[in-house]
């Protein structure tokens, strides 16, 4: 497998990496080029650049490196080119510890490009390039950005200082100039503060040398291929997506076919029903709140969904999903709205969390995801408040963090449903989507029997 692909990186934290890859993204797709575009890490809510179709990443700290190679050769196929961009320096540790975007460089075998903050600096700065180069080691670096420069004196003395044969320059970015190191990553939350789309897209047009990183994506090294294969004719099983709702990974529809599963598309505001022949349900993501009002006044959906839950449809619930199947929730803004009733408990939404909250997840019982006693690294991406436990104190989840004492509480678990407020990834379990994907298989069967 060999898609050209290169890796924006920061020699220090930022949105700039991301901000650059998610908008030469826009350009490469209105030219008609089949893009891929990942985040090094978990993305929060509001960097998620397209809501619709849900979270790309990669997350050596949810399922390893090895893991991570896999998941990226599975969603790359068919591309014709990636980009993949870093918030943290080349050696920092990523959100969850534990690797680097440097190791995820020397995984993918991708060429890297560096950016490098110049605001107040001079010739000095050559010294924190070479330093990083040196220690790249058997890492392809193949170009700079340098980004807020004051002026074309600033630019020139800097490219002089850091850029030569071995080493070009891939871009400059001018301060004052749209996008910024301190600019966040443009997701929802970053669109208005670049002034809007078009206008960083013709800034990193003129700056930034397109032809340069495009030949450095070719410099790629070649993946073996992960040999996955999909099953066809399995149970359907349906992944909520579209406004209102964004999927938690786009990883989940690759596992899910892969595990034996034909997937379609729910959209919670427009269907009004589940097909007859859906063995299952995946509502695992984040909950839009400025689109609570438009779900849930989809009264036909939720109680479509109510009577199927309880009929035993296997259903996954993460995140937003368990807020879906409350039976209310008041938003951050004092709204109230009934939802789902599937669990008879209340929610308050306090925000969303500006970066993931990790933490540690044990499975008291076996369930959907995953066996008793298995640990998992899971992820929060909003804070949000229980009125009171659904369902009984009998817990699908512990969930422990260094700064907690003991373990918490978290979760419903049946043999066909599980709740709870917390992420977790798939390809970080034992058994992948394999033991979902089988109840479904099961529900199915027993609908024609």
């Known amino acids: ?25 826009e350009i490469a797709l209105r030219s008609g080029v089949e893009i891929r575009l990942h985040h090094l890490g978990v993305v929060a809510p509001g960097e998620v650049w397209d809501r619709w179709g849900g979270s790309c990443f990669l997350d050596a700290g949810l399922y390893g490196l090895e893991a991570l190679g896999d998941l990226y050769a599975r969603s790359v196929g068919g591309a014709q080119l990636s980009l993949l961009a870093a918030g943290v320096g080349i050696f920092d540790e990523c959100a969850g510890g534990r690797w ?14 560096l950016l490098v903050d110049c605001r107040g600096w001079g010739r000095t700065v050559a010294a924190v390039v070479d330093g990083i180069r040196a220690r790249l080691a058997d890492i392809n670096l193949g170009g700079v950005i340098l980004s807020g420069l004051r002026d074309e004196a600033h630019a020139k003395e800097m490219r002089n ?43 990193l047009e003129r700056r930034l040398n397109l032809d340069l990183i495009e030949q450095l994506a070719g410099q790629r090294g070649f993946l073996p291929d992960p040999g996955f294969s999909r099953e066809s004719g399995g149970p359907m099983v349906l992944l ?5 709702f964004t999927p938690w990974t786009r990883d989940a529809v690759e596992l899910l076919r892969s595990a034996g599963a034909r997937v379609r598309r729910l959209d919670l505001i427009e269907d009004e029903a589940l097909p007859a022949e859906t063995a299952g349900v995946v509502l695992a993501g984040h909950l839009w709140q400025e689109a609570l009002s438009e779900l849930a ?24 999903g368990m807020t879906y199947l409350l039976r209310g929730v008041q938003d951050s803004f004092g709204r109230s709205h009934e939802l789902c009733g599937v669990l008879p408990a209340s929610m308050e939404i306090v925000g969303d969390l500006e970066e993931p909250g990790f933490v540690e997840v044990k499975a008291e019982k076996d369930c959907l995801l995953l066996e008793r006693s298995e640990i998992v690294t899971g992820w929060m991406i909003q804070d949000a408040e229980l009125a009171e436990a659904p369902v009984s104190n009998s817990f ?17 678990a049946t043999k066909s449903l599980l709740c709870s407020r917390v992420l977790i990834h798939p390809a970080s379990c034992r058994r992948g989507m394999r033991s979902f994907v089988a109840a479904c298989r099961d529900y199915a ?5």
């Open 1 to 25: 497998m060999s898609v050209p692909r290169v890796l924006f990186v920061p020699t220090h934290r930022t949105g700039l990496g991301y901000a650059i890859a998610s908008f030469l993204a």
């Open 100 to 113: 680097t975007p440097a190791a995820a460089a020397k995984k993918l075998d991708a060429p890297v490009v």
């Open 161 to 203: 200082a850091v850029c030569g044969p071995d080493l070009p320059l891939a871009g400059v970015l001018m301060e004052g100039e749209m996008p910024e190191w301190d600019t966040p990553a443009p997701g929802i939350a970053g669109v208005s503060s670049v002034k809007g789309p078009a206008e960083a897209m013709a800034a």
């Open 240 to 244: 909520a997506s579209g406004r209102g």
């Open 297 to 320: 006044g989809n009264f036909s959906l939720m109680r479509d969904l109510r009577v199927r839950i309880e009929e035993g449809l296997p259903v996954l619930a993460l995140g937003g």
């Open 396 to 412: 699908a989840f512990g969930l422990h963090h260094p700064a907690w004492e003991g373990r918490l509480g978290e979760g419903v």
């Open 445 to 449: 069967d027993s609908l024609t029997t």
